[in-house]
């Protein structure tokens, strides 16, 4: 387990990586830059992308008009010893409704592409799915860096690093998928360490947290592990809906299920709740995913 100022540390890591930076320099869009976390692989993590993405499209609406959805596509790896600048086109302001494009930029070329649309709070009929039964407490769950004995030190450092506590109710897929390959599992997530209360900070770091895992469920659907040989995987695209405020501190459930594969690719969903059941977010993603021939 992670030490309170270890935890602290990372925390901070994420607020930092997302008080982007704006700058005088101007076209038809508006330009943020952005630093990258280190990342043993050397590649950048997407959910970072996705959370800054996303506070750079918010910094061109006014106040009380938040996402409700964003559509991203990853386009090129990025480096994750460099920065990035971010374009924002204000592509449409309506009465309650606005649309932005977000792009990510390194080396003069786009790493990622995002469009993704925001509204005024307004009432209106709601319904949701509700949270699965029979999902046990986080706390009768072992954080999965407690599971991580015999993994690659690099994916050691990362799961030591990262800023979130993560207990999968399957057991994590380090080395092995388990015995049932079913195509869907459920992750408890949160925070290591306090969040400040801007809702905007928290919707960010929520798209940042919503890539971690969801490419799990396609996994498990087959046998397969992070550890398994020639394992090839790599994301396309991100789509993200935010339903009601939530707290990435506070506890969340993602249940998460793959409806198909084929042709080298895989399709993941993803709901994430509070621990009393509200839905925050619905999420899904489409992979690439490559195995060796047996």
């Known amino acids: 387990m992670a030490s309170d100022e270890d935890a602290r540390r990372s925390v901070d890591m994420l607020l930092g990586i997302l008080d982007l930076g704006a700058t005088d320099a101007r076209t038809t869009e508006d330009i943020f830059t952005g630093a990258s976390h280190p990342m043993p692989t050397g590649r950048i993590y997407g959910g970072q992308v996705l959370g800054q993405s996303i506070i750079a499209a918010e910094r061109t609406m006014p106040e009380g008009r938040i996402p409700h959805s964003m559509h991203g596509y990853f386009l090129r790896a990025g480096d994750a010893s460099q920065g990035l600048t971010y374009a924002v086109d204000r592509i449409h302001d309506g009465r309650s409704f ?7 930029y390194q080396n003069g070329v786009p790493i990622f592409s995002m469009i993704a649309s925001f509204q005024d709070e307004n009432p209106g009929i709601e319904h949701a799915e509700p949270m699965p039964d029979g999902i046990p407490a986080p706390e009768d769950l072992r954080p999965d860096e407690e599971l991580s004995d015999g993994i690659h030190p690099l994916s050691q450092r990362m799961l ?3 800023p979130v506590d993560m207990r999968h109710v399957e057991g994590p897929l380090f080395r092995d998928a388990g015995a049932e390959h079913i195509a869907r599992q459920a992750v408890w997530m949160r925070l290591r360490a306090p969040f400040p209360d801007d ?26 592990s992070w550890a398994t040989p020639g394992l090839k995987v790599a994301s396309l695209d991100h789509a993200m809906w935010w339903h009601r405020p939530g707290r990435v501190d506070d506890w969340l459930l993602y249940v998460q299920d793959s409806p198909n594969a084929r042709g080298g690719r895989g399709l993941a969903r993803g709901r994430i709740y509070t621990r ?19």
Do not use: C, N, W
């Not at 809702?199 to 397969?224: C, K, N, T, V």
């Not at 839905?279 to 995913?289: C, D, F, G, K």
């Open 98 to 104: 606005s649309t932005r494009r977000s792009q990510a």
């Open 160 to 162: 030591a690093e990262r």
């Open 199 to 224: 809702p905007a900070l928290h919707r960010a770091a929520l798209a940042y947290l919503s890539d971690m895992s969801i490419q799990e469920s396609i996994l498990r659907a087959h046998g397969l």
């Open 276 to 294: 009393d059941g509200d839905l925050v977010a619905s999420v899904a993603q489409e992979i690439t995913i490559r195995v060796p021939a047996s």
